[in-house]
């Protein structure tokens, strides 16, 4: 039963075009969430977070969007650069605790 | 400044035997958490440690255990291990034990179970 999905296990976009990665969940309880980047052979590198009395979050060229009615929040990475190729995975937590929920991953990949 | 370090960085066992592994915090942070990620899943909560007491578990079975250390290190322990706990096992550091919202993780321990 998976709580957070990811529904696409990868993404090709080219360099300098808008990346979108999406995620889903299903706990209504969430009211925290992260997103994370990793790199093979390296720990998941925190990216942004947003929480649940948001609907947008900005830190440079990283925005993400959350819509509570649909339980859906998305990435966006603009403009797309070929280092920003690696695994995106979305996290939820509920009462903003740090047992985090992990979605399955999404490899994105710039082509230059 | 060093980061999370874990070790070690490969291990194999066979089925049945036990293993500890083991994370060191960033300087300065009083809590460490553990995650399992299995092959093509995202990571999944084991435990979270704060101040040498568990704050949370996640459901995993008795045959997991961990425990953190005054100076904040942690070691992770599994027993009686099984082929499906072949998984790379993260620890992650944060300063506190309330979500600030970022986890600072090791690159990881990898365990293969034969």
């Known amino acids: 039963d998976q709580q957070v999905k990811q529904n696409s296990p990868s993404l090709s976009v080219q360099e300098g075009r808008i990346s979108i990665l999406n995620c889903d969940y299903t706990?209504?309880?969430?009211?925290?969430f992260l997103w994370y980047k990793k790199y093979p052979a390296e720990g998941p590198t925190f990216l942004i977070s947003i929480s649940s009395i948001k609907d947008k979050n900005e830190d440079g060229r990283f925005t993400v969007f959350l819509n509570k009615s649909a339980k859906h929040l998305s990435l966006h990475i603009v403009p797309s650069q070929p280092g920003d190729s690696a695994v995106y995975f979305c996290?939820?937590?509920?009462?903003?605790?740090?047992?985090?929920?992990f979605g399955p991953g999404t490899r994105l990949s710039v082509l230059p | 400044d060093a980061g999370v370090t874990q070790s070690p960085t490969h291990l194999i066992k066979t089925r049945g035997q036990q293993v500890t592994l083991r994370c060191s915090p960033i300087s300065g942070h009083k809590s460490v958490s553990w995650y399992q990620q299995v092959l093509g899943q995202g990571p999944q909560f084991i435990f979270q440690?704060?101040?040498?007491?568990?704050?949370g578990r996640g459901n995993f079975p008795d045959r997991f255990s961990a425990r953190q250390f005054p100076n904040y290190s942690s070691e992770l322990n599994v027993n009686a291990l099984l082929l499906g706990d072949s998984a790379l096992y993260l620890c992650a550091s944060s300063f506190t034990s309330a979500n600030t919202g970022e986890l600072f993780f090791g690159e990881g321990s990898r365990l293969t179970v034969l």
């Open positions: 996290a939820a937590s509920v009462d903003y605790g740090q047992n985090f929920v």
């Open positions: 440690y704060y101040e040498k007491e568990e704050r």
């Open positions: 706990n209504s309880m969430f009211d925290y």
